[in-house]
């Protein structure tokens, strides 16, 4: 007569357990028959950070973008700010390889003297990131013709390489632009926003373009930019003040009072090489210059940096599985670390002037120069050849070869907006994604940027590529 159960009574309890054991049975083997989703990966060279929180602002209701998105995060990118340095090392972990120096025209140490920067050398010396993406960079004229028309032109692009994601079959597809880093340069990072709106529209119609083949996404930037106001050229300067001190700046690395440049694009780094006993007077030298914001090299233990603010020695240990930091200045504060310093004394945080990795980390991801031991370090391990001595232009300043086809490309008047710079604006990029699970810390280094996203490959001193079954 009675015809349900009771809820609550044991064989009410039983019956729901085999629903339940039913349902989970239904549910794995939909599970098991129903393939990952793809994965796209999106590169926009040189988009700050900024623009990303801009236009993802929860404050914009429905005119905020990528809706749906978690992020965006700071991407503290490597020092220098710079692609050929940047992609190395936030891809690195999942196997690419090391750029050979930190711009196509590089010092070669096997050869002793300056190599790269031409359209046949393009060719012929190996960046690996440039062949890393589905859909990149073919050749140097294709950024030649991007430059006149920047956004349009990048957006056609992007647009283009977004209909061959979905007509691939890969279950991974990664995507390039560079339009995005010339479109900086000439215009401003407001000239981002424009990807942003396209690059949003575009994502929603690949979605609607393949319904049975669902794909999440990672959007990301490999650093920032920063500027405003026409730049200042340190090169020349740069190169007077080395003279002065005694230096004949070469092509070639031979006699023992010769320093190499490498003037190519304009940007906010710059590298010097020298033979090892010149390295401090070097460093020393430049840092002086006007515009010249600090200078770094390696020391038999440590690294040093001198700046108009000071100098200082900085230590590196492990103990304990963990990194830490003891920055040491002789004088001033190069680094401007001291009251941090002081304040992790006071948290406990500190152990006898050593700093732990991760707090210094936390504690400097927004700064003026943000995380800047591990960078400053890094900026000597991220490219085959390292330079002796490297330098961080300030504000309002710029290093680059007087007449290069880059300033030709620039030429629409004086450059206001550059990267390469430990400061905080050409180095902070962006990271954003829907990948289910995943939650966006506030920001994360370049290095940590992708693990969550991807299998990691063994590397043998980063030199094994990407395993193709990823
Ligand atoms: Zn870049």
Known sequence: MRRYRRRDGPEGKGAIGLILLAALLVATVVLADEKPKRRLFISLDAVPYQVAEDVMDPALGDEALFQGFKGPVRLV????????????????????????????????????????????????????????????????AGSAIEAVKPVKSGIKRLRNAMDDFVRSDKDEFWIYSAATDIAGHVISPEAHKDFFRALDEMILEARQASPDRPFDVVVFSDHGMEGGDPLINVFKPAKKALKASGFRVKKKLKAPQVVVLTPFGLVSNFEAYTHDENKARVAETLATVEGVDLCAYELEEGWRVESHRGSATLLQKELEDRVWWSYQPHHGDPLEFLDLMATMEQEGVARQGWLPDEACFEATFDAENPDPFYRIVHAFELVTNPASVICSVGRGYMYG?????????????????????????????????????????????????????????????????????W
């Open 77 to 140: 990118s490597t020092f220098p700010s710079s692609t050929s340095v940047a992609l190395p090392g936030i891809l690195g972990p999942i196997g690419l390889r090391l750029s050979p120096g930190y711009e196509a025209r590089f010092f070669d140490w096997n050869e002793g003297k300056v190599r790269g920067g031409g359209a046949v050398s393009y060719r012929k010396i190996e960046f690996p990131w440039r062949e890393w993406f589905d859909w990149g960079r073919k050749g140097v």
């Open 401 to 469: 070869a007087p007449h290069t086809s880059v300033l030709a490309q620039f030429g629409k008047g004086r450059l206001r907006w550059t990267h390469g710079a430990l400061n905080r604006e050409a180095t902070l990029g962006f990271l954003f994604s829907d990948v289910e699970g995943w939650d966006a810390p506030k920001a994360v280094r370049f290095d940590q940027a992708i693990l969550p996203f991807h299998a990691t490959v063994e590397t043998e001193a980063g030199a094994e590529a990407q395993d193709p079954s």
